[in-house]
């Protein structure tokens, strides 16, 4: 393979995780010229293109070296890495990225009995992950029939193709339609920043580090809250104690009331509308939360 310059990364073209990804990648500081195929994307400013392919197909890519990074489902990397074998040992998940959360579970018709992975014994189970599901069969010493689709998993009991199935949830309502009760979690996933164990040597390398750290910051910020109150001297222990957690506040004096402090606090997540309540009922006043746009330690 030629040797590259830039870093590649491979993304989902069309589907759930495109746009996330994209504006994810953007927060980055990266953002990216459209070829007319929409295939590759040539980075502006950073030395970053994107590959747009099938989700299926990234670990794959990256495993073969024609990708240096990856977006993709955790769902779909840890099929990849059960059935590719040593090609697939060597993939590893540098960051979960909080978008894209569902999960891989087994789901039985509303009528069947179910107490205990046992009941699966004998039973035709259709799924669109072969590997992950034999694996959780293997450690539950179940013996049944795995049949593979590649889509619309959950019309297959229905179908008389399958007894049960074995697909992602998030919202359960697609379950829901189709008679179907979730019964075992085998994966909780999202999408991941997905690579090789050790990262290129050359400037590749570095630049795949400048990512991280840019990824790090994104993501601390995307759920941190800057809030801003008011408060006097004597109130300022009851409202400093209902903060919700995030570094030491900071005081800063109020113009003309010296009796008076503004207050400035970092949280870690979002601030809800009772414990702002709680705070000023504590003694705080023209209180402001705000979201954070970029942080730098
Ligand atoms: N209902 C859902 N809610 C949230 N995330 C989901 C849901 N279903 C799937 N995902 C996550 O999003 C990923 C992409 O889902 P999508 O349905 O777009 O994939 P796809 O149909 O296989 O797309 P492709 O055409 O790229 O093969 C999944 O692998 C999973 O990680
Ligand atoms: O629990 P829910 O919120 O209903 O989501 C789960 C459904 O979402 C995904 O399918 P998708 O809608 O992407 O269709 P596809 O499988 O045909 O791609 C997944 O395969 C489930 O069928
Ligand atoms: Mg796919």
């Known amino acids: ?18 746009e996330p990804a994209l504006e994810l990648l953007n927060r980055c500081g990266l953002s990216f010229r459209q ?40 769902n779909v990397l840890n099929e990849f890495k059960g059935i590719a074998g040593d090609g697939g040992a060597a993939l590893t998940e540098w960051r979960s990225l909080g978008f894209g959360r569902c999960r891989l579970s ?30 959780w069969l293997r450690e539950n010493s179940v013996d049944a029939s795995v049949i593979t689709l590649a889509g ?3 019309i297959a009991p229905k179908l008389g193709t399958a007894d049960v199935i074995c697909d992602l949830v998030q919202s359960g309502g697609t379950l829901v339609a189709n008679q179907l009760r979730e019964t075992d979690v085998l994966l909780q996933s ?18 795949v580090e400048l990512l991280l750290k840019r990824l790090d910051g994104v993501i601390q910020v995307r759920e941190s809250r800057l809030l801003l109150l008011q408060t006097s001297r004597t109130t300022l222990d009851a ?12 005081l800063l004096p109020v113009a003309g009331q010296p009796d008076q402090l503004m207050l400035q ?17 504590a ?4 209180m402001f939360v705000l979201p954070v746009e970029k942080m730098l330690a």
């Open 1 to 18: 393979m030629k040797p590259r310059d830039r870093l590649r990364i491979a993304m989902q073209k069309s589907g759930r995780l495109t």
């Open 35 to 74: 070829s007319r195929d929409k295939l590759f994307c040539f980075g502006e400013g950073e030395p970053v293109d994107l590959l747009l392919v099938r989700d299926d197909d990234i670990p794959g890519l990256i495993a073969q070296g024609v990708c240096d990074l990856g977006i993709v489902g955790r």
């Open 106 to 135: 087994v789901a039985v018709p509303h009528d069947m009995a179910y107490n205990a992975p046992t009941d699966l014994s004998g039973l035709r189970i259709a799924t669109s992950y072969p590997g992950l599901l034999g694996a």
């Open 152 to 154: 619309s998993v959950e």
């Open 190 to 207: 999202e999408a991941v920043l997905a690579g090789p164990q050790s990262l290129p040597t050359d400037e590749r390398g570095d630049m």
């Open 239 to 250: 409202v400093t104690r209902l903060l919700p957690g995030g570094p030491q506040p900071t």
């Open 265 to 281: 606090a970092l949280c870690a997540g979002e601030v809800s509308w009772r414990q702002l309540e709680e705070i000023k009922k």
């Open 283 to 286: 003694g705080a006043r023209e």
